[in-house]
């Protein structure tokens, strides 16, 4: 089945740090990667969606400046949480499909802690 | 008024048992629904897509009901394997292809043995 590999799956850092995530796709390639985040005891809420080589479409409330995405090929985007703060500690999970008809397939998820 | 809503239970039934979840959404114009699982602290996976004529899976049937907004989750002999927290999904993007998941909550099952 398709997989989805997301890296790093802990990220414990101090306030002030620039935190990286990447979304690889590993056997197919998709033209369209999501980004959520889960904060506890709440549900999978989307932050954005990235098209293979266009600009990230964020969702209403969502910092583009502090959540910078990049989608730069088909198989791989990153989620860059800019100057990080306690309250940006939370579950980062990206997801990915090939066609516009097919279901997303989900990465095994970021926990993001911010000390 | 949350865009789905479940029930977050926890539902603790006994190994065979049926068991069943609904879910409500809101937005009227959602043109797809999803049942997924999701286990502690992993990733959530598709359990089955649901449509309006209502679809069967194995020991799964899932049902929609445009009227009421209202989607359900039947699982019949439930194993332990079933343990986990299931999530009502809704695509309330307005195009094909348009993709917006809205997640509910999640409703925790625990099967006993």
């Known amino acids: 089945g398709a997989v989805v590999s997301q890296h790093p799956s802990r990220v414990i850092c101090k306030s002030g740090t620039s935190v990286k995530i990447e979304c690889r796709s590993l056997?197919?390639?998709?033209?369209?990667m999501f980004w959520y985040r889960q904060f506890p005891k709440q549900s999978l809420m989307l932050m954005a969606t990235s098209n293979e080589g266009s600009k990230a479409t964020y969702e209403q409330g969502v910092e583009k400046d502090k959540f910078l995405i990049n989608h730069a090929s088909l198989t791989l985007s990153t989620l860059t949480v800019t100057s990080a703060h306690p309250e940006d500690s939370s579950f980062y999970i990206c997801?990915?499909?090939?066609?516009?008809?097919?279901?997303?397939?989900f990465g095994d998820g970021t926990r993001l802690s911010i000390l | 008024r949350k865009e789905v809503e479940q029930d977050p239970g926890p539902f603790n039934v006994p190994e065979g048992a049926t068991v069943a979840f609904n879910c409500t959404y809101s937005n009227s114009a959602s043109q797809s629904f999803f049942w997924y699982r999701q286990d502690c602290r992993k990733e959530p996976k598709l359990l089955m897509s649901v449509y309006s004529s209502g679809n069967e899976d194995g020991r799964f049937t899932a049902q929609l009901n445009r009227a009421s907004q209202y989607i359900s989750l039947l699982i019949r002999d439930s194993k332990l394997s079933d343990s986990a927290t299931y999530l009502c999904v809704v695509n309330r993007g307005v195009n094909f292809g348009n993709e917006k998941l809205t997640f509910g909550t999640g409703t925790r099952l625990t099967i006993i043995p």
């Open positions: 997801s990915a499909r090939e066609y516009s008809n097919q279901p997303q397939h």
């Open positions: 056997d197919f390639q998709a033209t369209t």
